[in-house]
């Protein structure tokens, strides 16, 4: 799903999910606002960036805006960005890196389109790319 002209197509276990495109992502664990919701109705724990791609369920998250990826970490009272300097494996801006038994890779595929993979403890696998709309 795209607005403006960047977009991201997100999958979880091979299946889309229009619901983790072009969203928010709200503090509490599993509460996502779509693009559509009125800033009105937002909370001041919402946070402010949106971003194209929303990888995870729990409190782990890989996410990316245009081809710039974040990971989050959710600590139950605050999310917390993680660096992923660490976890650079190649001057091309791969990444690879395991944190709390999730496992994450990231790939820019060109300057303007990213691929995102992030694998939960328990199996589930999440897969993304985001980036420049092509007509």
Not at 69 to 76: F, I
Not at 77 to 96: F, R, W
Request: glycine content about 6%; charged content about 20%; proline content about 4%.
């Amino acid at each position: 799903m795209s607005y403006n002209d960047w977009s991201a197509e997100v999958y979880c276990n091979g299946a889309r999910c229009l619901d983790r495109e072009n969203v928010y992502i709200y503090t509490g664990i599993t509460v996502f606002l779509t693009l559509d919701a009125s800033f009105s109705t937002m909370t001041k724990n919402l946070w402010s960036v949106k971003y194209h791609a929303v990888l995870g369920d729990d409190h782990i998250r890989l996410c990316a805006y245009r081809t710039h990826p974040e990971l989050w970490r959710w600590d139950g009272n605050e999310a917390k960005q993680i660096s992923l300097v660490p976890y650079t494996v190649s001057d091309e801006g791969d990444y690879v890196g395991k944190i709390d038994d999730y496992q994450f890779v990231i790939i820019p595929l060109s300057p303007e389109e990213i691929s995102l993979l992030l694998v939960e403890p328990n199996g589930t696998k999440w897969t993304a790319t985001s980036g420049r709309v092509r007509i």
